[in-house]
């Protein structure tokens, strides 16, 4: 709450202002010396000095110079050379000396941390002057408001005035273009100033008019500021049209003024135009006297008078006053000398500002001759503060327009009153000070104390001074008030003060309006940072008697000892407490009670003591004065240190109230041995290890900040307990109750205590609830000890006041006992809740019984209901804890693993009525139990009897993985049959096996490289009994998941002619081609299951879904169940014909061949595809094209070729199940189905069934495998065609043993001689090449050509060939 200094903003490239403006000054000729970049020569005696260190830099040294070697080149004062004026709007910074000007613009970046910041960037460099030796001698940046409705304050531009030394006043934009030039007064420019809209705080204030000034030495120029802004505005439209038509700038009028000549002062440097005033009546006649003497006469009104105070040397200060209306506005010679022009062309751009249509060579020689000046109108001073031997240096007026600062040349800083015209104030020791104003606003919050908070916002009148010579910043107070604030600065720093605000702006315009200007900032040229001064409204307070500025002190005191850590709490007591009794004002003294109150480290005596001692001295006051809110917060917050007090000493307390003899648990016994086996083995599954943080235990203390930020005190007297965070409410429930549920508190008395505190028993027994349900495992460990004193509790809070209440409707229900059930229904701790409702049951029907036993018997129906309400809850949090136990049984190793569910009445109902299906299908694929592991496990509960068999019949087979011992199996299994038995209509197989098919295709398509997933979400769906259940469920699947990346992959493989690459797979169907393989097969699979149940359903009425009696509330998203029987049906031959391009898809993929699949069907085929199943296409019909039959014989062909030759592929040999994607073992090339599957595809493609069989024959005895292809030669029908194909393939084994094996024996060589002439020529003509395997054995061609000779029919014409080759390969097996 004391004086800062902000840094907003920083200049960004200010040695490229620097080199720029000190170009002249750079190293001397370079005849004799080549000095490098960094080795500048400056000619003034400053920058020299900062040289004295003699360091040389080396040559060629890098330009790139840090921001520390920056600062001591720029250690010289060079920015006191130039001109510098800021915008106030603090966007745009002009810095300019002698002829040149460097403009630099506001730009927002983004630092290294990340953070937002604001820069100054050079945007425009450039030279200035036009005339021959004229220099800048003063600027400023005027910013024009926005004339647009939207504008929230923001100027829309700045413009640029600039006086030159030549007496020429220029206006430029922002990048530098000249709009406007005059030439004012043949004199140098000495100041340019700016008055701008203030908006009155007052009704009496004159409202000042906008005007912008200009001194010369012995004149004063003013011009109007809404005449200039509406010709600034003008000019800039103009260049921009002349500049976007590619013309030329056509010149603009001049502009309106007045001039003054100001008489009888000997030199003028600074000056303040204060604005228009009028004098009181006395001062009226005061002046009347001292200028006409006795017999003056005095006007009935006052006139209306522009101030005017000067500075510089006899007099010192000179005060002179214009009397409004006494000169004309002028206009330079030239506007006269056309003023019968003006009528119509004034501002029409297209015929010239001013009608001139002048030849160029014209133009150029008024240009060159100089405008006539107008002469000056005599102002005579009125009065000044004569001293001749001080001359003022520079005025500053300050924003109320009634003080002024003055510096002179003896350092001085003299503050004037401008309306009394004297001094009033004097600093000395202030050499070449510069001095700025800070106009301050009162907080809001402070009006609210205020005597006079209906009057307006005060404000308050800082003179911030800045003395070079010392390098530090001062803030005084006006006008008689201290110094508030000092800050050391650099030495070479500005002061930058503007003193007026946006141009263009009036009352109306005004209102809403934002305006985002800064009244003074401090320009460091070391380091680029302009900060502002940040001054508190209290600080104009603090003199001596200030109550408010001494209690911000007390309070800043406060602060500092709660901070600090080794405090001992005597001394933090003692010291808190002078504080608090000294602070003199109510808000702040709650503001510092409050801090105390909310400090960790302040112990509760401490805590106490000082609140209890604030409150005394509150209540020895006179009643009217103490603050009423105050009071009652020392009374409230002494209230609740008590309560915590009590309730701590209560734990502490060794004493322990004997449990009374009806506490006893009769009843809940039974009810605890029948679930305790679950509770058992649940309580082994939560009880695995987990991370917590120390603080945020339940077993820490709770703090007495904590215990008081929690409680509140309500207008009756009571006290309610606030709800911030679930860990927060947990810590108080534990910091209550938890050594009462652990038997080491007496719980009655801890009861008692909270109802006399006025708590009430609805919050009490929420919290109650909370800490039981939460702190769960610990509950488990003695859950009879825990159940004991949970009853105990409840039946306390029961007996409370308000808690059940004495007249509720007999046809309703108890809000007490629903507050209980509300908390079980929604608690995920299962166990925790199911005892807690066995707790409430018991004492609800206790409570219940006392009450019909007491009432009238009509009473019986309440109490009927509201027990039946229990049996349904504790039926149901039975089949959640069973439910849930199942859900935590870890995964084996290897799983798929993931988070375990949790679960809880409310979540199951609001799942709908497949929620709790769902939650198992999802238990199943963590676990990866194996669809005929589940189907087995399922069968043990409908099959009871032979339940030894099957657990025997399950350890054999070993389907789970090995990490699991058989014990934990078993168990697991016995858990999952227990679950279902709770759930019989929710869980029964058809709908499990439903949802884990559902839930494995989920998983597939998040990961679709898991092969494995989609093949077993089919092997889950096969094992559906229900066809109108597998219809629906499988028509969903493939239109939710399958058909965009089986069409995906159709389209690639049509493209590219052949099975793709796996990067192509992976761009176009998401998946490596390993997995798009598997997918296809998998693909097939599906759609015959389609094909299938579509077929079943009209056999099997559809099955109706249902409910357990305890879970019929469900409500919620419809069940998978019910959405598969909404499906409608498909079209059979349009799955079919899917069915189709699925098997040629996944053949292509599988044996890698060339085919482009959609081209083997015509146009109503392939139009066919892909559309929604339960539609009727138009399928193709009828004998189709031979060409379109020849290719897809062929491409069977290659297939069954492809499958030969897997068959004795020995890299083939092992199935590639181990990598990701690859079906099981079942599937692959290798796969014995693929014939019979070509067989099907062919009569369903037109395909002669008998080439096809003739082609495998034909192969498997290339591939030498002679026993397979007898068996299919069987089923061959045209055998001559057959016979002709194997009579080659013979000859072929021949011609390799003969004539082109290695071993050629002799024996051979004259068996081939002995041979029939043309059996020989036919022989050598065979190529054996064309055989994979033409190391058959002689035995298998000598039953082969038996084979053919069967075969062939006697009258064939290649019979005796046959007959001859028989004989040849019998000579050659006798001879081996």
């Not at 700045?158 to 043949?186: K, M």
């Not at 009028?253 to 008489?263: E, M, R, T, V």
């Not at 911030?724 to 009861?751: Q, R, V, Y």
């Not at 061959?1276 to 050629?1304: A, F, P």
Request: with cysteine.
């Amino acid at each position: 709450m004391s004086c800062s200094l902000l840094e907003f903003c920083r200049l960004q490239e200010l040695k490229t202002v620097r080199d720029y403006l000190f170009l002249s000054q750079k190293a001397e000729p370079a005849e004799e010396k080549n000095p490098t970049e960094n080795e500048l020569s400056w000619e003034s005696p400053d920058w020299e000095a900062s040289w004295d260190g003699g360091e040389n830099k080396e040559e060629g040294a890098s330009s790139a110079t840090t921001v520390e070697e920056e600062a001591t080149g720029q250690r010289a004062p060079w920015l006191q050379d130039c001109v510098v004026s800021l915008s106030p709007c603090s966007d745009l910074l002009v810095v300019a000396r002698e002829q040149k000007a460097v403009f630099l613009s506001a730009k927002w970046r983004t630092d290294d941390s990340g953070r937002e910041e604001m820069t100054l960037a050079v945007s425009w460099t450039g030279t200035l002057s036009t005339d021959e030796g004229e220099c800048v001698s003063s600027s400023i940046c005027i910013p024009l408001a926005s004339q647009k409705r939207s504008s929230t304050g923001r100027p829309d531009w700045t413009c640029v005035v600039v006086g030159f030394t030549s007496g020429y006043v220029r206006f430029y934009t922002e990048n530098g273009v000249l709009l406007l030039a005059q030439l004012l007064h043949e004199d140098p420019v000495l100041r340019l100033k700016c008055r701008t809209y203030e908006i009155p705080r007052h009704p009496g204030v004159t409202e000042q008019h906008e005007e912008l000034s200009i001194l010369y030495p012995a004149a004063l120029v003013t011009i109007d500021g809404f005449s200039l802004f509406q010709s600034l505005r003008a000019c800039r439209n103009q260049v921009a049209r002349a500049t976007a038509a590619g013309s030329d700038v056509i010149q603009p009028p001049p502009l309106a003024y007045k001039k003054w000549g100001l008489q009888d002062m000997d030199t003028i440097v600074d000056h303040s135009s204060v604005g228009v005033m009028t004098l009181c009546v006395f001062d009226q006649m005061k002046n009347a006297s001292i200028l006409g003497g006795f017999n003056a006469s005095v006007k009935g009104s006052p006139p209306a008078m522009s101030q005017y105070v000067t500075v510089g040397g006899g007099p010192y200060t000179g005060f002179y006053y214009a009397v409004e209306g006494s000169s004309q506005p002028l206009l330079s010679h030239v506007a006269l000398a056309v003023a019968s022009k003006l009528t119509s062309a004034l501002f029409s751009a297209a015929s010239g500002w001013l009608g001139w249509n002048k030849h160029k060579n014209e133009e150029d020689a008024v240009q060159k001759q100089k405008p006539k000046v107008e002469p000056a109108t005599a102002l005579g001073i009125r009065f000044g503060l004569p001293d001749s031997r001080r001359h003022g240096e520079s005025i500053c007026l300050s924003p109320c327009n009634t003080l002024a600062g003055v510096t002179d040349d003896f350092g001085r800083v003299t503050l004037l009153d401008l309306a009394r015209g004297i001094a009033i104030r004097m600093w000395k020791g202030y050499r070449d000070a510069q001095l700025g104003w800070l106009q301050v606003p009162e907080e809001r919050g402070d009006r609210e104390f205020s005597p006079s908070a209906s009057l307006p916002r005060r404000h308050a009148l800082f003179l911030v001074i800045y003395a070079p010579r010392r390098g530090i910043l001062e803030v005084w107070g006006m006008q008689q008030g201290p110094r508030v604030g000092a800050f050391t600065v650099g030495k070479h720093c500005r002061l930058l003060y503007a003193g007026y605000r946006l141009m263009g702006v009036n009352s109306v315009t005004s209102k809403g309006w934002q305006l985002h200007t800064q009244q003074v900032c401090l320009l460091d040229p070391i380091t680029g940072a302009l900060r502002t001064v940040n001054i508190p409204f209290h600080l104009a307070l603090s003199d001596k008697k200030s109550e408010r500025a001494k209690d911000m002190h007390l309070i800043k005191r406060l602060t500092t000892i709660l901070r600090s850590r080794g405090v001992d709490p005597a001394t933090l007591e003692r010291e808190a407490k002078s504080v608090l009794l000294d602070i003199k004002h109510p808000a702040i003294k709650k503001q510092a009670l409050e801090s105390l109150l909310s400090n960790k480290n302040a112990p509760v005596s401490c805590l106490t003591n000082v609140t209890c001692a604030l409150n005394d001295t509150l209540k020895q006051q006179d009643p009217e004065e103490v603050d009423e809110a105050l009071l009652q917060l020392c009374s409230s917050q002494l209230k609740l240190l008590q309560l915590y007090t009590d309730i701590q000493n209560l734990h502490s307390g060794a004493g322990r109230e004997a449990c009374s003899e009806n506490d006893s648990l009769e009843g809940l016994e039974d009810e605890l041995t029948r679930v305790g086996p679950t509770m058992q083995r649940y309580a082994q599954l939560t009880a695995r290890p987990s991370v917590s943080f120390a603080q945020d235990s339940p077993d820490s203390p709770l703090p007495a900040q904590a215990f008081l930020s929690q409680m509140e005190c309500t207008d009756d007297g009571g006290l309610r307990v606030t709800r911030a965070s679930e860990t927060d409410w947990n810590h108080l429930g534990s910091f209550m109750f938890w050594g009462c549920l652990c038997g080491k508190s007496p719980p009655h008395k801890i009861c008692d205590t909270l109802q006399q505190a006025g708590i009430s028993p609805q919050q009490l027994l929420s919290l109650l609830l909370s800490v039981w349900l939460q702190r769960e495992k610990e509950v488990l460990v003695k859950p009879e000890e825990a159940v004991r004193n949970l009853h105990t509790l409840l039946i306390a809070l029961s007996d409370m006041e308000g808690a059940v209440e004495e007249s509720w409707d007999p046809q309703s229900i108890s809000p007490w006992w629903q507050q209980v059930r509300c908390t079980c229904i929604q608690s995920h701790n299962a166990a925790a809740a199911l005892l807690a409702a066995f707790v409430a049951h018991r004492a609800a029907k206790a409570s219940t019984t006392s009450r019909g036993d007491s009432k009238l018997q009509s009473e019986w129906e309440a109490v009927s209901l509201e027990l039946e309400q229990w049996v349904v809850c504790v039926r149901q949090l039975e089949d959640v804890l069973v439910l849930q136990t199942l859900l935590l049984v870890p995964p084996p190793q290897g799983a798929a693993g993931g988070a375990a569910a949790q679960c809880s009445i409310k979540t199951l109902l609001e799942g709908g009525t497949g929620g709790i299906a769902d939650s198992v299908s999802k238990w199943v694929f963590r676990h990866d139990l194996a669809p005929e592991r589940l189907k087995e496990i399922l069968q043990k509960r409908e099959d009871k009897e032979a339940d030894d068999q099957h657990e025997q019949r399950a350890g054999e087979e070993g389907k789970e993985p090995e990490e699991k011992s058989p014990e934990d199996t078993d168990r697991t299994a016995e858990l999952l049959v227990a679950v279902c038995q709770r759930f019989p209509h929710s869980l029964s197989p058809d709908l499990l096996f439903a949802h884990s098919c559902w839930e494995y295709v989920v998983q597939w398509n998040k990961d679709p490289e898991e092969g494995r997933y989609f093949w077993l979400a089919v092997e889950h769906l096969k094992l559906v009994s229900s066809p109108h259940i597998q219809l629906g469920i499988s028509a969903m699947m493939w239109s939710t998941f399958i058909v965009k990346r089986f069409s995906a992959a159709a389209f690639l493989m049509e493209k590219v002619g052949k099975a793709p690459k796996d990067r192509l797979c992976r761009r176009d169907v998401g998946m490596g081609d390993k997995a798009v393989t598997s997918f296809l097969g998998c693909c097939v699979q599906l759609l015959q299951i389609l094909m299938e149940a579509d077929s079943a359903v009209e056999d099997v009425a559809p099955p109706e879904p249902s409910a357990e009696e305890a879970w019929c509330g469900a409500e919620g998203p419809a069940s998978l169940a019910e959405l598969a029987l909404e499906q409608r049906g498909v079209h059979y031959p349009l799955v079919q014909h899917h069915c189709l391009l699925a098997s040629l898809l996944h053949a292509a993929m599988t044996f890698s061949l060339k085919v482009k699949p959609l081209s083997l069907f015509d146009s109503k085929g392939k139009n066919a595809f892909f559309r929604d199943l339960t539609t009727i296409q138009l399928m193709p019909s009828g004998d189709m094209d031979p060409g379109l039959v020849s290719l897809r014989q062929e491409f069977l062909l290659r297939v069954l070729t492809g499958w030969v030759q897997a068959l004795e592929d020995p890299s083939g040999s092992a199935p590639d199940t181990k990598e990701r994607g690859a079906l099981p073992s079942s599937g692959g090339p290798k796969a014995d189905w693929w014939p019979s599957l070509c067989l099907e595809l062919g009569s369903l493609l037109q395909v002669n069934p008998d080439i096809l069989r003739r082609h495998i024959v034909c192969e498997l005895y290339n591939q030498g495998l002679d026993l397979r292809a007898e068996e299919v030669m069987m089923e061959v029908e045209d055998k001559d065609v057959l016979g002709s194909q194997l009579l080659v393939l013979t000859g072929q084994r021949l011609s390799y043993s003969l004539l082109h094996s290695q071993s050629q024996t002799q024996a051979a060589m004259e068996l081939l001689a002995r041979l029939p002439p043309t059996l020989c020529t036919w022989i050598k003509a065979m190529d054996p090449g064309e055989l994979r395997c033409p190391l058959t054995p002689l035995s298998h061609t000598s039953r082969l050509v038996g084979r053919l000779i069967e075969i062939l029919p006697e009258n064939h014409a290649q019979y005796s060939l046959a007959l001859h080759l028989l004989e040849a390969v019998d000579a050659l097996t006798t001879e081996d």
